[in-house]
């Protein structure tokens, strides 16, 4: 049971619905891009039962992309909200026989060089890591999750949606892009926890009337501006911070923030390894008991999160920088790779590159540089409608006659970035005209 | 806050703090995603700018980024007014200068004045059937928007099993005038958290009250809230939007008339959102694809009148047809179940906004009649009556056109909702029985 927006809706009551449209033989791998929120979550906790294989896309991504992000994650069957299944193509070198595998939960992840992987998780990991987020988070133990983020990713799907029905709470998704309406919801529910965006948290922060304040709320993903910290911070009772990664799920809880880089205590069933408070090493993880998670590229036990930081004296997880070069455009994940991929298969383009820019509404945003004798700026930007999710999208484009490699052909994101964000931007010098 | 107040703070928010590069593109029409490239962390900077900045209160309703295609749309869904329509021609129809608070039905107003205490409950869908709703025809063959045989019970039952809004009697009509004037003042100053108290009065003893009509009698349902004086009133009028402090014996004055009587508690401490199967229900039940009953009513009327044996008759047409104002307005209900389900449904703003001329092309066409009626009474010039039938003959095309648009928008919302309502918990049997075909 849970309530989307206003609605409270049961999802057993798709059941016969689903079972209809899916048939007995589940033993398969969907992806799911469904705009009706419900339905999308409904479906899911479905095939999640039935231990069917899982991949929920955004449905902001388009419908193409979609299914080649599908294609790629091994999925044989793509949903959408009609819930007629689409056949997917095989993948090159996969027999008919070698099925992908049923029974787990698929995500895309950055790897450390910053392209976007495959993880699976299988349910059984997931009910792990629910069951001791549980346990461990003890301070929302008696909150009711309003979740108000993409219930499409692990953050307001696994601690979000499936703690809350573990716990035996109703939880409240709002897929409203209102944020007055998410305050009322707040001021509605009782005793409400909030899982949502740093960007939502500032906002509702900066919109909360005087003599309210929220609750209590959870922030994750990134590290909170100092401005917004404070801000946010003043204006709600509990505030919590969580840390994790694709492979393992959440890794470590704050459950009393009080400075915006300590993502708090490891959770119990994970040895945790980084670097000492003079010299942050690398955060890597991995589980105490039971398998790891695995990815298309497998390695040992222990998961390279990508970030970098150092246990403190207590024990606590102290964040200090991203080791790679995802981009995260007010809470969800834009890998660099993915942008430059889609606008290279336009005819025109000869060259790109995507990189991290600093954005005052939602962190980061995406820039790029780009090669074309015939696509104007203004050209390419309509194109991309069509190929990337909103935020995905280039905030920044600029046509160049060469794109700044370095003797090697090798380019440098955070070299670009740089100078992008420093205004020191030299290449601004040979632009083309338009 | 109106359009262009709202246009412009979009505008100095998109330009200033938020640095928007695409401003070239910028006006009612631009697309917010394609033109503008505002997507949804961009669209929640903005109303916050909106909101301490501007001052634009920001409703608290559940709007989705897909609700809204252009700048303009998304003005209207702040100003929660859907229609364009009456901006863009300011001659036409003085009479609804905010299409969201049209008047329609001062029973169905207060009701939904009640709804609407409740953020997040859609009050349009209440509207639906009212533009057929219920009037009368007198012995002498006069056009009345009340009778003493109406009732309101058909709005009684439909809001307590759409909204769990209960509405019962204050009104005891086997008790004097006096007494229940009495026992209303006693209900008035016993308090009550989730309460409102409907009365029924004659608007034509409210001086102080200035309606278009000077009708008498005016039998109006308002409001009545009690204040910290208790010798004044707060009367909301909420079909005429009209919200104020009248003096007590004024209003005891205008419920003491023996031309009203009547009144409700309204309860809506249980109040929720309808059912998708309820509302279907509500749709179907009170859905006339095959008849206008007002338009058959004036082709009765007039041919009555105009009949060359009843010469005497012809010059009360103006008296019969002086109460048609007050029943043509209920026909902007229209524009509400349009609005639901453009809403509901995602539509073009422009294929909504073109509905709403057809609405305004209806009513317009029905204030014509009723000045050609007028003009027949005054002239008894016979000849003129071929061209008030057809013109009623015109009335009634449009409007079958307006149900026929309508009843798909419908069918394709109840398609649409299946999923939705195959997943609520909540399908009462009494609907369902409604569903299939048998009685409730």
Same mark, same amino acid.
């Given at each position: 049971?849970?309530?989307l927006?206003d609605?409270?809706?049961?999802p057993?009551? +798709?059941?016969?619905?689903?079972?209809?449209a899916?048939?007995d033989?589940l033993h398969?791998?969907?992806?799911?891009?469904?705009?009706?929120t419900g339905?999308?979550?409904?479906? +899911?906790l479905y095939?999640?039962?039935?231990k069917?294989?899982?991949f929920p896309?955004?449905a902001?991504?388009?419908?193409?992309?979609?299914k080649?992000?599908?294609?790629k994650?091994?999925?044989?069957?793509?949903l959408?909200d009609?819930?007629?299944?689409?056949p997917?193509?095989?993948q090159?070198?996969?027999?008919?026989?070698?099925?992908?595998?049923a029974?787990v939960?698929?995500?895309m992840?950055?790897g450390?060089t910053?392209?976007?992987k495959v993880?699976?998780?299988?349910?059984?990991?997931?009910?792990?890591?629910?069951?001791?987020y549980?346990?461990f988070?003890?301070s929302a133990?008696?909150m009711?999750?309003v979740?108000?983020?993409?219930?499409t990713?692990?953050y307001g799907?696994?601690?979000g949606?499936l703690?809350a029905l573990?716990?035996?709470?109703?939880?409240?998704i709002i897929?409203?892009?209102n944020p007055?309406?998410?305050?009322r919801?707040?001021r509605?529910?009782?005793?409400?926890?909030?899982?949502?965006?740093p960007?939502m948290?500032?906002?509702?922060?900066?919109?909360?009337?005087?003599?309210e304040?929220l609750n209590a709320?959870?922030?994750s993903?990134?590290?909170?501006?100092?401005?917004?910290?404070?801000l946010?911070?003043?204006?709600?009772r509990?505030?919590?911070?969580?840390?994790g990664?694709?492979?393992?799920?959440?890794?470590?809880?704050?459950?009393?923030?009080q400075?915006?880089?300590?993502v708090?205590?490891p959770?119990?069933h +994970?040895d945790?390894?980084a670097?000492?408070p003079d010299?942050?090493?690398q955060v890597?993880?991995?589980?105490?008991t039971g398998?790891?998670a695995?990815t298309?590229a497998?390695?040992?036990n222990?998961?390279?999160?990508?970030?970098?930081?150092?246990?403190?004296?207590d024990?606590?997880?102290?964040?200090t920088a991203r080791a790679?070069d995802?981009?995260?455009?007010?809470?969800?994940?834009?890998?660099?790779?993915?942008?430059?991929?889609?606008?290279?298969?336009?005819?025109?383009v000869?060259?790109?590159?995507?990189?991290?820019l600093?954005?005052?509404?939602?962190?980061?945003r995406?820039?790029?540089?780009?090669v074309?004798?015939?696509?104007?700026?203004?050209q390419?930007?309509?194109q991309c409608?069509?190929?990337?999710?909103?935020?995905q999208?280039?905030?920044?484009?600029r046509?160049?006659?060469?794109?700044?490699?370095?003797?090697?052909?090798k380019?440098?994101?955070?070299d670009?970035?740089?100078?992008?964000?420093?205004g020191?931007?030299h290449?601004?010098d040979?632009?083309v005209?338009? | 806050?109106?359009?262009?107040?709202?246009?412009?703070?979009?505008?100095q928010?998109?330009a200033?703090?938020?640095?928007?590069p695409?401003?070239?593109?910028?006006g009612?029409?631009a697309?917010?995603?394609d033109d503008l490239?505002?997507?949804?962390?961009v669209?929640i900077n903005?109303?916050v700018h909106?909101e301490?900045?501007?001052?634009?209160a920001?409703?608290?309703?559940d709007?989705?980024?897909?609700?809204?295609?252009?700048?303009?749309d998304?003005?209207?869904?702040l100003l929660?007014s859907?229609?364009?329509?009456?901006a863009?021609?300011?001659?036409?129809a003085p009479a609804?200068?905010?299409?969201?608070?049209?008047?329609?039905?001062?029973?169905v107003s207060c009701?939904?004045a009640?709804?609407?205490?409740?953020?997040?409950?859609?009050?349009?869908?209440f509207?639906?059937g009212?533009?057929?709703?219920?009037?009368a025809?007198?012995?002498?063959?006069?056009?009345?928007?009340?009778s003493?045989e109406?009732?309101?019970d058909?709005?009684?039952?439909?809001v307590?099993?759409?909204?769990?809004?209960?509405?019962s009697?204050w009104?005891d009509?086997?008790l004097?005038k006096?007494?229940n004037?009495?026992r209303?003042?006693?209900?008035?100053?016993?308090?009550?958290?989730?309460?409102?108290l409907?009365v029924?009065l004659?608007?034509?003893h409210l001086?102080?009250?200035?309606t278009k009509?000077?009708q008498?009698?005016?039998p109006h349902?308002?409001?009545?809230?009690?204040?910290?004086?208790?010798?004044v009133?707060h009367?909301n009028?909420?079909?005429?939007?009209?919200?104020?402090?009248?003096?007590?014996a004024?209003?005891?004055?205008?419920?003491?008339?023996?031309?009203?009587?009547?009144?409700?508690?309204?309860?809506?401490?249980?109040?929720?959102?309808?059912?998708?199967q309820?509302?279907?229900?509500?749709?179907?039940a009170?859905?006339r694809?095959?008849a206008?009953?007002?338009?058959?009513a004036?082709?009765?009327?007039?041919?009555?009148h105009?009949?060359p044996e009843?010469?005497?008759?012809?010059?009360?047409?103006e008296?019969a047809?002086?109460?048609?104002?007050v029943?043509s307005?209920?026909?902007?209900?229209?524009?509400?179940?349009?609005?639901?389900?453009?809403r509901?449904l995602?539509?073009s703003?422009a294929?909504?906004d073109?509905h709403?001329?057809?609405?305004?092309?209806?009513c317009e066409?029905?204030?014509?009649l009723?000045?050609?009626a007028?003009?027949?009474?005054?002239?008894?010039?016979r000849?003129?009556?071929?061209?008030?039938?057809?013109?009623?003959?015109?009335?009634?095309r449009?409007?079958?056109?307006?149900?026929?648009?309508?009843h798909?928008q419908?069918?394709?919302?109840?398609?649409?909702t299946?999923?939705?309502?195959?997943?609520s918990?909540n399908?009462s049997h009494?609907t369902?029985?409604?569903?299939?075909g048998e009685?409730a």
């Open positions: 049971m849970f309530v927006n609605t409270p809706l049961d057993t009551a +798709l059941h016969p619905r689903l079972q209809q899916l048939g033989d398969h791998r969907y992806a799911l891009r469904m705009r009706d339905l999308g979550l409904a479906t +899911l095939l999640k039962d039935h069917a294989g899982v896309i955004h902001d991504i388009p419908a193409e992309a979609a080649q992000m599908a294609t994650a091994g999925c044989d069957w793509f959408e009609n819930l007629v299944p689409q997917l193509p095989r090159p070198g996969q027999t008919a026989s070698a099925r992908p595998g029974g939960l698929v995500q992840s950055s450390t910053g392209a976007a993880i699976t998780r299988s349910w059984d990991n997931i009910s792990t890591e629910v069951r001791h549980a346990d988070f003890a133990a008696k009711t999750p979740i108000a983020c993409p219930v990713h692990s799907l696994i601690p949606v703690v573990h716990r035996g709470h109703v939880p409240v897929d409203a892009v007055k309406y998410v305050l919801r707040l509605e529910v009782s005793n409400p926890v909030l899982y949502t965006s960007a948290l500032h906002t509702l922060a900066k919109l909360l009337p005087r003599d304040e709320a959870v922030t993903g990134t590290v909170l501006p100092d401005p917004w910290f404070q946010i911070r003043a204006r709600t509990h505030l919590f911070q969580q840390y990664c694709s492979e393992v799920g959440c890794i470590a809880i704050n459950q009393d923030l400075a915006p880089c300590d708090g205590h959770l119990p +994970l945790l390894q670097g000492a010299t942050p090493g890597r993880v991995q589980l105490t398998g790891p695995t298309d497998a390695g040992g222990w998961v390279e999160t990508g970030d970098l930081g150092y246990l403190a004296a024990g606590g997880l102290v964040f790679d995802m981009i995260n455009v007010a809470g969800l994940n834009v890998y660099p790779q993915d942008v430059e991929r889609a606008v290279m298969c336009l005819p025109g000869e060259d790109a590159v995507a990189f991290r600093p954005d005052p509404q939602a962190g980061a995406v820039g790029l540089l780009f074309s004798a015939t696509l104007s700026e203004t390419l930007r309509a409608a069509d190929l990337l999710a909103d935020h999208k280039p905030a920044l484009l046509r160049l006659p060469a794109l700044p490699r370095q003797a090697n052909g380019i440098s994101r955070r670009i970035a740089e100078r992008y964000a420093s020191t931007d290449t601004a040979q632009q005209p338009a | 806050m109106t359009f262009d107040s709202v246009l412009h703070a979009m505008q928010t998109l200033g703090p938020l640095a928007n695409h401003m070239a593109q910028f009612p029409e697309v917010l995603n490239h505002i997507d949804s962390v669209l903005l109303l909106l301490t900045d501007h001052g634009v920001i409703p608290e309703r709007f989705r980024k897909e609700d809204f295609v252009t700048v303009a998304l003005i209207h869904v929660a859907p229609s364009a329509a009456v863009i021609e300011p001659e036409a609804n200068q905010d299409p969201s608070e049209i008047t329609v039905h001062c029973f009701l939904c009640a709804i609407r205490r409740h953020e997040g409950l859609d009050f349009r869908p509207y639906f009212t533009w057929d709703s219920d009037f025809v007198t012995a002498q063959q006069h056009l009345a928007y009340h003493a109406m009732t309101q058909h709005y009684i039952r439909w307590e099993q759409l909204y769990g809004i209960r509405v009697q009104h009509p086997a004097s006096s007494d004037l009495t209303f003042e006693k209900l008035l100053h016993t308090p009550a958290t989730d309460r409102q409907v029924m004659d608007m034509f001086p102080e009250r200035d009509y000077n008498d009698p005016f349902f308002v409001i009545i809230e009690p204040t910290a004086d208790p010798e009133w009367m009028d909420p079909d005429y939007r009209w919200r104020g402090d009248l003096p007590r004024a209003i005891l004055n205008a419920m003491a008339q023996p031309s009203v009587a009547g009144g409700y508690i309204l309860d809506s401490t249980r109040a929720r959102a309808p059912e998708p309820d509302l279907v229900a509500y749709f179907n009170t859905f694809p095959d206008n009953p007002l338009t058959d004036l082709r009765r009327i007039i041919t009555y105009g009949h009843r010469p005497l008759a012809l010059p009360e047409l008296i047809l002086r109460e048609l104002p029943l307005l209920r026909k902007y209900a229209y524009e509400h179940a349009f609005a639901f389900f453009w509901a995602g539509l703003f294929a909504f073109a709403c001329d057809q609405v305004e092309a209806l066409g029905f204030r014509r009723h000045f050609q007028a003009k027949l009474a005054h002239t008894r010039d000849d003129q009556l071929p061209e008030l039938i057809a013109a009623l003959d015109a009335l009634d449009l409007e079958f056109t307006i149900k026929t648009a309508l798909a419908f069918q394709t919302w109840c398609r649409t299946q999923v939705a309502a195959s997943i918990p399908r009494e369902r029985a409604i569903l299939k009685p």
